[in-house]
């Protein structure tokens, strides 16, 4: 596994889009600086950039310059059977296209062993949205990712997902507010 986190690392240090499994579904990501790259898993899932993206971390200290400060003391743990995405404020680091047009900023610290081993490699918040076209079912495995993103992305990361069973939940930080509950 060591070899597959080493190619995915020099995937994106070389300015590529990735694929590889998160907590609960397969992700598509890029650096989190590489604007271009952004810009291309957007025309590769279709997505309206108005939505931005995630940002994952393995460690809390990746995200500083991405997170206002406060916001990151804040940021809990990663429970890897039932993962949080947060809306914090953001950092003078993060792109537009990752807000989109949010004023907030989405991040996570992963717990799936594949994803943080990736973060850790490259030292820095990757992207992280759900290996689908806009509108349609998301990969849920390696077959299907292969079939459907092996000719649009640099590398596919082996692995697999979970513990969970779908996508992260999103909840604002500091605030009871729910956008996105995990059984969605």
Same mark, same amino acid.
Not at 54 to 74: F, H, K, M, P, T
């Given at each position: 596994?060591?070899?597959?986190? $080493? /190619?995915?690392?020099?995937?994106? =240090?070389?300015?590529? &889009?990735?694929?590889?499994?998160?907590?609960? &579904?397969?992700?598509?990501?890029? !650096?989190?600086?590489?604007?271009?790259?952004?810009?291309?898993?957007?025309? +590769?899932?279709?997505?309206?950039?108005?939505?931005? =993206?995630?940002?994952?971390?393995?460690? $809390?200290?990746?995200?500083?310059?991405?997170?206002?400060?406060?916001? =990151?003391?804040? +940021?809990?743990?990663?429970?890897?059977? /039932?993962?949080?995405?947060?809306?914090?404020?953001?950092?003078?680091?993060?792109?537009?296209?990752?807000?989109?047009?949010?004023?907030?900023?989405?991040?996570?610290?992963?717990?799936?062993?594949?994803?943080?081993? +990736?973060?850790?490699? &490259?030292?820095?918040?990757?992207?992280?949205?759900?290996?689908?076209?806009?509108? $349609?079912?998301?990969? $849920?495995?390696? =077959?299907?990712?292969?079939?459907?993103?092996?000719?649009? &992305?640099?590398?596919?990361?082996?692995?697999?997902?979970?513990?969970?069973?779908?996508?992260?939940? +999103?909840?604002? !930080?500091?605030?009871? /507010?729910?956008?996105?509950?995990?059984?969605?």
């Amino acid at each position: 596994m060591k070899a597959a986190i $080493r /190619q995915a690392a020099d995937a994106l =240090l070389a300015g590529g &889009v990735i694929a590889y499994p998160t907590e609960g &579904v397969f992700g598509l990501g890029c !650096l989190a600086d590489n604007v271009a790259a952004i810009e291309r898993i957007l025309r +590769i899932k279709r997505r309206d950039p108005s939505k931005g =993206l995630i940002l994952i971390a393995s460690r $809390r200290d990746q995200l500083e310059g991405w997170v206002v400060a406060d916001d =990151l003391e804040q +940021i809990p743990e990663p429970d890897p059977a /039932q993962p949080t995405t947060w809306i914090v404020r953001p950092g003078e680091a993060v792109p537009e296209l990752v807000r989109g047009e949010h004023p907030g900023v989405a991040v996570r610290l992963t717990g799936n062993p594949t994803a943080r081993a +990736i973060c850790e490699t &490259v030292d820095m918040p990757i992207t992280s949205t759900s290996a689908n076209f806009s509108g $349609r079912p998301v990969a $849920r495995n390696g =077959l299907v990712l292969r079939r459907q993103f092996g000719a649009l &992305v640099d590398y596919i990361v082996p692995g697999a997902c979970g513990p969970a069973r779908g996508p992260s939940a +999103i909840k604002v !930080l500091g605030s009871e /507010q729910t956008i996105r509950s995990s059984s969605e």
